[in-house]
């Protein structure tokens, strides 16, 4: 039991760190972008580089906070070692979700190598979640449930005992 407790806080904590770091580099990313936005004067559609550029920062930022908030989260479960309530199983779940998108996204426009670093990062996700799994706290905590004996015959009408001459 300790042990696959160990083995469950480990992944835990491992996906905290992984997201913290893949939230560095999101915001990073970004930063980047809308500086080169900024000083290639860039325009899509007859939009200002300066929204353009707030843009890329306000939505790297925003993704960042979330991915943030994501690893607060499983930090949290680590130090707990438990699941946290429905609203953060769902964070977490979207997480995945938005995890397993963009890694489809990425293999075509970055490559192979980013595409495994996302399926990581998915990877731990999904293994968090299931190695957390909210029935495995109530099959431990309840008690088993009462079974109920069968009222009266198993089958078939009564039949009267056969007549003795």
């Not at 480990?10 to 970004?30: G, P, R, W």
């Not at 998108?101 to 495994?116: D, K």
């Not at 905590?141 to 089958?155: F, I, L, Q, V």
Request: hydrophobic fraction near 55%; proline fraction near 5%.
């Amino acid at each position: 039991m300790r042990k696959a407790e160990g083995l469950r806080r480990a992944a835990a904590t491992a996906t905290a760190v992984v997201l913290v770091l893949e939230a560095l580099t999101i915001a990073f990313v970004n930063w980047i972008l809308g500086l080169s936005v900024r000083h290639q004067k860039m325009s899509m559609g007859g939009l200002s580089t300066d929204a353009m550029a707030t843009g890329s920062w306000v939505g790297g930022g925003l993704f960042a906070l979330f991915l943030v908030g994501c690893a607060v989260l499983t930090a949290r479960i680590a130090l707990r070692d438990r699941m946290t309530g429905r609203v953060g199983r769902i964070v977490l779940i979207v997480c995945a979700v938005v995890h397993g998108v963009v890694g489809a996204l990425v293999v075509g426009l970055v490559g192979w190598v980013a595409f495994v670093v996302v399926m990581v990062v998915l990877a731990l996700l999904v293994g968090t979640l299931v190695m957390y799994a909210p029935e495995d706290r109530d099959r431990a905590g309840a008690a088993p449930a009462p079974t109920r004996e069968p009222e009266g015959p198993a089958s078939g009408p009564e039949q009267a005992p056969p007549a003795t001459a």
